[in-house]
């Protein structure tokens, strides 16, 4: 992500708040508050602002600010940049913290995500 702007298919932009199960196709940006579940094999991107509470199932999850607590399954790579908290479970077979991240829980990294896939739903 440095150096280069992610293309933001949808946004859940600041001071919005969605309850429920988000599934989409493309990037997703949440600026604002997610309780629930969230399914997509694509990009999502939890910015500053953002709160995501619940369980993750995407293609990659980056977190450039704002807060996850959450459980994450990711087929790709969990990415959380300076300014990004995560706190909760995460399996990913990439998974970045950068310097000025935030990160407490629990990782797996799997070398084949399709076992953890099966298992989680």
Request: glycine content about 16%; cysteine-free.
């Amino acid at each position: 992500m440095t150096g280069k702007q992610l293309d933001t298919g949808s946004l859940l932009g600041q001071g919005s708040a969605f309850n429920g199960k988000l599934t989409f196709l493309g990037t997703v940006r949440i600026e604002g508050r997610m309780d629930g579940e969230i399914l997509s094999d694509d990009t999502l991107v939890v910015a500053d602002g953002g709160e995501v509470r619940g369980t993750i199932r995407v293609g990659t999850l980056i977190v450039t600010g704002g807060i996850v607590e959450a459980e994450v399954f990711a087929k790709t790579a969990v990415e959380i940049h300076p300014g990004g908290r995560l706190i909760g479970e995460v399996t990913s077979p990439v998974f970045q913290i950068e310097r000025g991240a935030f990160f407490q829980g629990q990782s797996k990294m799997p070398e084949d995500m399709t076992d953890e896939l099966d298992e989680s739903e």
